[in-house]
């Protein structure tokens, strides 16, 4: 009797032992759910790289989060941001903002007049590398008025201003402490800015750490800690989705997705996550290089023979899964004065072989690839390597165009490396997307003629001077008459020239978990609004 006593007394002690480790196991559990309630790891293919805002090496949705501007654009138009209200002279030159007094950077810094007029005399000093932006050629001086007032004055009339003090960069604001010998084109000592997330770490090409500013004028985010974890796009990225290491994707800066719409597909069938997805953000496209002499893609009529044979329909219906609406045109109708009237190329093989045929580029017998004076119909078509999406249209176009008597070569290159193509001019083909919503027309527009985007896409064209006039008039037009007459005319040249092939009207999409709330976009296409997310 008494071993038995012993024996089942041993036993409930092991029972409550177990129940306490159970107990503690559980509350460790607890506490990384309630630490997972307020955290996101996003994964991104690149690093964040130079943080620097007036500079462009950096993530844009990462600068997003660090970095304000002194408006915000909206579906509704320019509304107050750093600045509560403006001002905007009879002759429309000079802008006079009243800035908020209660904005802090995230050293402690005051924001003010003096710091506004800081920033933007050290962006105007580095005035050649914001070609692409009319605004860096339009600022004649900045005055600090008042501790509270800014007064912006313009050498002309530029109706895109507020538009463009609204972009993610160059116009945002970083601490004065973080200058370099008073300047930032040359680097910056920190990354302190007056957004809702403060850069608390930044391991290079591993992750970045951004931690709730508790101090945001506009209110302590929920989301208590945002990590960019980089990982390669894809199966690796899909994976660590399963194994709970991300648990948010979204589209990025460079117009790619993190992981395929099937993944996206099996991670919401999980039941673990949701699919968000934006109204028509942008325009995918293949841009030709109208001004490299030696090449085909010079010739108008092998630029809208290559236009006539891609397939769109199949490119958004199977290989983007009905993700993309099927784009007709340089830019989808919801963008500002886009609404025009063109000619629609539609997918015909027979009209691509009839257009190279009447420009002399022939058949011979037996051969696979046209040719002309003796010079095969061959081009390069460059494509971003991390985007899974643009390879498998790229292999899909390369088929159609050997259909046709064209040989495309597909070389897949980083962002970057297509980026600096893009301006060096030493391309065929590559594929490239619009600015978005909140950056359109004016700012595609503007880069057709500025030698670190478009100009080589352009500058070959038979009227590229009347283009270029064209541009200039509406940038400075004050009547909206006038305006609309001129972006009619500007869309009718590069429509009818083929230097811009769409291909399809591009979203942001997000794949978060199913108990986030919250979610929503901004009317640019490189950003998030975090701060406004939240856990239920």
Not at 350 to 378: D, F, I, P
Not at 489 to 504: K, M, W
């Amino acid at each position: 009797m008494f071993k038995k006593l012993n024996v089942l007394a041993l036993v409930l002690i092991l029972m409550l032992l177990l129940a306490a480790c159970s107990g503690e196991k559980k509350q460790v559990s607890n506490n990384q759910g309630d630490k997972k309630q307020n955290e996101l790891i996003y994964a991104t293919a690149k690093d964040i790289n130079d943080m620097n805002p007036h500079l462009y090496p950096g993530s844009m949705p990462a600068q997003g989060m660090v970095y304000e501007s002194l408006v915000e654009n909206t579906e509704d138009g320019i509304k107050p941001l750093l600045a509560e209200s403006w001002e905007i002279s009879e002759d429309g030159k000079v802008y006079t903002f009243k800035l908020r007094k209660d904005v802090k950077f995230h050293d402690g810094e005051p924001f003010n007049a003096e710091a506004v007029k800081k920033n933007i005399t050290a962006v105007q000093e580095n005035a050649e590398k914001h070609s692409w932006i009319n605004l860096a050629a339009k600022i004649k001086e900045v005055n600090a008025i008042d501790e509270y007032t800014v007064e912006l004055v313009l050498s002309d009339v530029y109706y895109p201003t507020l538009v463009e003090l609204s972009m993610t960069r160059p116009y945002v604001f970083i601490s004065p402490k973080d200058f370099k010998d008073g300047e930032t084109k040359e680097g910056v000592n920190g990354y302190h800015g007056t957004g809702p997330y403060i850069l608390k770490e930044q391991k290079t090409d591993e992750h970045a750490v951004f931690e709730a500013n508790e101090q945001y004028w506009g209110g302590s985010p929920a989301i208590k800690k945002i990590t960019a974890k980089v990982l390669p796009s894809g199966e690796t990225t899909f994976l660590a989705m399963q194994k709970g290491e991300v648990n948010f994707a979204f589209t990025d800066d460079r117009g790619a997705d993190s992981i395929d719409v099937e993944s996206m597909n099996l991670l919401v069938d999980s039941g673990e996550f949701q699919l968000v997805r934006s109204t028509p953000m942008n325009t995918k496209m293949i841009v030709a290089n109208s001004s490299k002499a030696d090449s085909p893609a010079s010739e108008n009529a092998v630029r809208e023979a290559i236009w006539h044979s891609i397939d769109r329909e199949t490119i958004t219906k199977d290989i983007l899964d009905g993700t993309e609406t099927v784009a007709n045109s340089l830019f989808s109708s919801n963008v500002n004065y886009a609404d025009v009237d063109l000619k629609k190329r539609s997918y015909d093989l027979e009209k691509a072989k009839e257009l190279l045929e009447n420009a002399g580029w022939t058949l011979e017998n037996g051969s696979e690839v046209r040719t002309k004076y003796g010079k095969k119909l061959t081009m390069e078509l460059y494509y971003d390597s991390n985007s899974s999406s643009q390879k498998t249209q790229a292999e899909f176009i390369q088929y159609s165009l050997k259909e046709i008597g064209a040989e495309l070569k597909i070389i897949g290159e980083e962002s970057t490396s297509i980026a600096n193509r893009r301006s060096t001019g030493e391309y065929d083909l590559l594929f490239n997307q619009t600015w978005g919503l909140a950056y359109d027309p004016q700012s595609t527009i503007n880069a057709f003629t500025s030698d670190s985007s478009y100009l080589h896409t352009t500058k070959g064209i038979a009227s590229a001077d009347e283009l270029y006039k064209k541009i200039a008039d509406v940038m400075v037009s004050t009547n909206e008459n006038d305006r609309k007459s001129l972006y009619a005319d500007i869309l009718t040249i590069v429509h009818d020239e083929a230097v811009f092939i769409p291909i399809s009207n591009g979203n942001i999409t997000v794949i978060a978990p199913k108990n986030l709330a919250g979610i929503g976009f901004k009317q640019t296409q490189y950003e998030l609004p975090f701060e406004k997310m939240h856990f239920e």
